[in-house]
T-cell receptor, first 115, second 111 residues
Framework: NAGVTQTPKFQVLKTGQSMTLQCAQDMNHNSMYWYRQDPGMGLRLIYYSASEGTTDKGEVPNGYNVSRLNKREFSLRLESAAPSQTSVYFC??????????????FGQGTRLTVV | RKEVEQDPGPFNVPEGATVAFNCTYSNSASQSFFWYRQDCRKEPKLLMSVYSSGNEDGRFTAQLNRASQYISLLIRDSKLSDSATYLCVVTRGNSGYALNFGKGTSLLVTP
């Protein structure tokens, strides 16, 4: 019963390097999200995907791109990493109809350090 | 103004105490409300949904006041294992497709 699986769990990048964070869910959820969590800032939405084939910007999208590859997978790409992107990244998924939401399930997080 | 605001905390309480957390949200179009719990260096997990009529789950009671745009969480008979950060979560207005998180309130229950 995997739920939401994120890879990698830890990553160190040099400034300017690129990488893709992978996320997959096995709960047949329509909606998927990427958040970042920084000390004192709480969880902030980077991008979300309400359904397969759609993506929308969240609160802090600059410096990131996403791909909703299929219903199960939602990846986050950093094209040119910057120290300001050092953070813990969480992928999540949920289901809902319109404005109503069900429980969101989170992956275990990716701890990214950009040096 | 941030869309979801919570008590700054931290709250340090003795075992057995009752503690209350408050949260306000700014978007009157929000439709779904939750409390999540996050343990240190772990992912957030749902504690309970919050309904207009109020709801209770064991020692936990959640209340929603739509008119005041206010959500509360009451924990009775605190246990050491309740020590965590509690996150107030609200859907993003009409879209409903994303969740806005408060910064969280840290609770430490001491022996």
């Amino acid at each position: 019963n995997a739920g939401v699986t994120q890879t990698p769990k830890f990553q160190v990048l040099k400034t300017g390097q690129s990488m893709t964070l992978q996320c997959a869910q096995d709960m047949n959820h329509n909606s998927m999200y990427w958040y970042r969590q920084d000390p004192g800032m709480g969880l902030r939405l980077i991008y979300y995907s309400a359904s397969e084939g759609t993506t929308d910007k969240g609160e802090v999208p600059n410096g990131y791109n996403v791909s909703r590859l299929n219903k199960r997978e939602f990846s986050l790409r950093l094209e040119s990493a910057a120290p300001s992107q050092t953070s813990v990244y969480f992928c999540a998924s949920s289901d809902g109809t319109g404005a109503l939401h069900t429980e969101a399930f989170f992956g275990q997080g990716t701890r990214l350090t950009v040096v | 103004r941030k869309e979801v605001e919570q008590d700054p905390g931290p709250f340090n309480v003795p075992e057995g105490a009752t503690v209350a957390f408050n949260c306000t949200y700014s978007n009157s179009a929000s439709q779904s409300f939750f409390w999540y719990r996050q343990d240190c260096r772990k992912e957030p997990k749902l504690l309970m949904s919050v309904y207009s009529s109020g709801n209770e789950d064991g020692r936990f009671t959640a209340q929603l006041n739509r008119a005041s745009q206010y959500i509360s969480l009451l924990i009775r008979d605190s246990k050491l294992s309740d020590s965590a950060t509690y996150l107030c979560v609200v859907t993003r207005g009409n879209s409903g497709y994303a969740l806005n998180f408060g910064k969280g309130t840290s609770l430490l229950v001491t022996p």
